[in-house]
């Protein structure tokens, strides 16, 4: 497998557009190994292994443990995640699965009990860009393996 397009070469203004989605979600005021919860767990969805490779890193490098990051695809089925990523990571799946049954009243209702309105938007947000660089980072056969977390720091 090769990269078909190296997205960031050859649209710089497209590329930069997605980066200002990506520093809103990092300059938010959700935890940092939340945010890399949803964007593997997305990505595990997505079947996207570029992002996979990334995000279990970023994971690791914030402080996340192997154990839950193992664990992250079957979570409802694990006592390692609290009330809130719980919530976090149903959000998550169902705004990833959009088409399959929305955004069931129930699950917005407990993202509601967890986190504030602008948290939620937050949310939203980091969970809408994942899904997009899932789709670029797939489409153009981005290679995983190569990402560190010192060069993106």
């Given at each position: ?51 996979l490779d990334m995000h279990t890193k970023d994971a690791r490098h914030a402080g996340e443990t192997e154990q839950r990051l193992y664990a ?82």
């Amino acid at each position: 497998m090769t990269t078909r397009l190296e997205f960031h070469k050859v649209d710089a203004t497209a590329y930069q557009a997605m980066m200002g989605v990506e520093n809103y979600v990092r300059k938010s005021e959700l935890d940092k190994t939340l945010i890399e919860l949803i964007k593997t767990r997305a990505s595990q969805i997505n079947g996207c292994a570029f992002c996979l490779d990334m995000h279990t890193k970023d994971a690791r490098h914030a402080g996340e443990t192997e154990q839950r990051l193992y664990a992250l695809s079957a979570w409802q089925e694990t006592p390692f995640f609290t009330p809130q990523e719980r919530a976090a990571l149903a959000l998550t799946e169902a705004v990833t699965l959009i088409s399959q049954q929305g955004v069931p009243d129930a699950i917005y209702e407990e993202v509601s009990r967890h986190f504030t309105p602008k948290q939620i938007t937050q949310l939203l947000m980091a969970i809408i860009a994942i899904n997009a660089w899932n789709r670029i980072s797939i489409t153009t056969q981005m290679l995983p393996g190569s990402y560190q977390v010192e060069a993106a720091a």
